[in-house]
Every structure is written in C-alpha cells, then in structure tokens.
C-alpha cells in the first residue's frame, strides 16, 4: 500500500488519540469523512493498523519492578525454541520479547509487583526453560521515554 503525506498524518493523529472522531480527523486531513474512514480501514485491512489500545500506567496497577532481561539460550534446537517462545509469549509479566543479535539471544521486558515477584518469575519459571542457559537481568531505575507511536515520516517517493 502506497502512502501520502495525508495518510502518515492520518496515521499519527491516530496514534496520539485513536478516539477522536473521523469527522475530526478528515478535518485536519483535507479529506471528506467517508473518505477518511474508507481510508482507516484500508489501513486495518492492510495491517498497517493492528489494533487500538489504552496506554496505562504500570505503577498504578501496583506492578513497580521493571527489568530488561538477557536471555542466552543453551542451544538453537527448534522444538526447544519453539516450546520457549509459546511459554514466553502465555506469561503475563513479559510485556515485550525481541530476538536480537550480539551476545543475547533474547532481551525481555519484564513488569511485575516487586522483587520478590520477579523472583519467582526467575525461580519458577524462565530458569526452567530447557532451552535458557542464563539471563541477566537489567532493573530499571526510572523510564525516560516510552513509545507510544510509530514514527510516520514521508516516503521519499511520496515528496
């Protein structure tokens, strides 16, 4: 799907309130609202928009630990990535799971209620992963910045 300068506008005022009218929207856009909302859904249609969410505070829901976790694997066998990759994705304390290059295999990000929490998430579970050789883990002291939005820059073929 190609997009114009109208549409990455679109997109990113989507981002900061996916709740604000379409007639709003087609507004600030230029476009007429059944255009707009045509639009929007050929963007859900072509997975450009995955979903709508609420951004919510951890620390109010009582979850004050945050830890980037360094996952290294003992080997690359397939069933025992595969079965680590279901379990990682069923926990509710991995908020994010990224396959990346250099030393860890996996970083994690990891929310919970508190140390002991976390700990028990360690003990309990991800040291009893057949595939997990270690992790380290990485405590987050204070969030400077957040993504809550994709970066909508134009495509230079859309100048």
């Not at 945050?66 to 379990?87: K, M, Y």
């Not at 910045?145 to 820059?153: G, I, L, M």
Request: glycine content about 6%; charged content about 25%.
């Amino acid at each position: 799907m190609k997009l114009d300068r109208r549409d990455l506008k679109l997109l990113e005022l989507l981002q900061q309130d996916n709740r604000t009218a379409t007639a709003a929207l087609a507004e600030a856009v230029g476009m007429s609202g059944s255009a707009c909302w045509r639009r929007i859904r050929a963007f859900e249609e072509a997975g450009i928009i995955t979903g709508y969410a609420a951004q919510v505070d951890p620390a109010r829901l009582g979850l004050g630990f945050q830890a980037i976790v360094l996952v290294h694997l003992t080997r690359h066998d397939p069933a025992q990535l595969g079965d680590f990759l279901q379990e990682i994705a069923a926990r509710p304390e991995v908020m994010d799971c990224f396959a990346t290059t250099g030393q860890a295999d996996y970083h994690l990000r990891v929310l919970c209620r508190d140390i002991t929490a976390y700990n028990s998430f360690l003990e309990d579970f991800l040291f009893r992963q057949p595939a997990v050789q270690s992790a380290q883990t990485n405590v987050v002291l204070r969030e400077i910045k957040r993504a809550t939005s994709c970066p909508c820059e134009v495509p230079p073929d859309a100048l």
